[in-house]
């Protein structure tokens, strides 16, 4: 089974922190996703990667960015944390893009900024 | 751009009974739709994946069919037990870009 970890469950910072989310994938999947998820708005894409050190804007990457050093860690950085970007992150991974393959999930991060 | 509706938003059945979960979506070049369900605080559980070139896919109590054409897909649940308690996202892979759209999810209460 694909496992898909994420380093905190909940995550209390201060406004204009720099916030580090971390995700680990154990199944050498090539693409990895970042996402936040609102009540009402569903599960928005903020960035994804397709392969160490490559990355792609999703719908919503303003205020975040990514880091993907090794394959199986794909970590959200939030430069200047602000209140709107209180949510839950969820990571997930996939081996391919497109075709019969399911898209994993990690646990996720409920991120509160005061 | 995509968008995946689902209705209704909230649900709830009596224990035993069999339902059916919406999705709907409007572009229907898409490459594949996949059920989640999703426990209060939790991350997503993939139930189901069906590709456009099928029409169904089971699992278990589960049936997700796939009407490309008219875009819509119905998850239904048969025998609901309360363990079955929880929401229920579809979400469609196609267009550009290869990302899934999400639909905002159903809220299923199954009751004793």
């Known amino acids: 089974d694909v496992k898909v970890t994420q380093s905190s469950r909940y995550l209390v910072k201060r406004t204009g922190e720099k916030v580090f989310l971390e995700c680990v994938q154990d199944?050498?999947?090539?693409?990895m996703f970042w996402y936040r998820q609102d009540p009402g708005l569903g599960l928005r894409l903020i960035y994804f990667?397709?392969?160490?050190?490559?990355?792609e804007k999703g719908d919503i990457p303003e205020g975040y960015s990514v880091s993907r050093e090794k394959k199986e860690r794909f970590s959200l950085i939030l430069e200047s944390a602000s209140t709107n970007q209180t949510s839950m992150y969820l990571c997930?991974?996939?081996?391919?893009?497109?075709?019969?393959?399911?898209?994993?999930f990690g646990p996720g991060t409920r991120l509160t900024v005061l | 751009k995509q968008e995946v509706t689902q209705i209704p938003a909230a649900l709830s059945v009596p224990e035993g009974e069999n339902l059916v979960l919406n999705c709907s979506f409007t572009?229907?070049?898409?490459?594949?739709l996949q059920w989640f369900r999703q426990d209060p605080g939790k991350g997503l559980t993939s139930l189901l994946l069906?590709?456009?070139?099928?029409r169904e896919q089971t699992s278990g109590r589960l049936n997700a069919s796939l009407d490309k054409s008219s875009g819509r897909s119905t998850l239904y649940i048969a025998a609901s037990q309360p363990g079955d308690s929880a929401t229920y996202l579809c979400?469609?892979?196609?267009?550009?870009?290869?990302?899934?759209?999400f639909g905002t999810g159903t809220q299923l209460k199954v009751e004793l």
């Open positions: 199944m050498d999947h090539e693409n």
């Open positions: 979400a469609v892979e196609g267009g550009g870009g290869n990302k899934l759209t």
């Open positions: 069906i590709q456009s070139s099928q």
């Open positions: 997930a991974s996939r081996l391919r893009l497109a075709g019969d393959n399911e898209q994993f």
């Open positions: 572009d229907s070049a898409i490459y594949n």
């Open positions: 990667s397709y392969d160490v050190k490559m990355k």
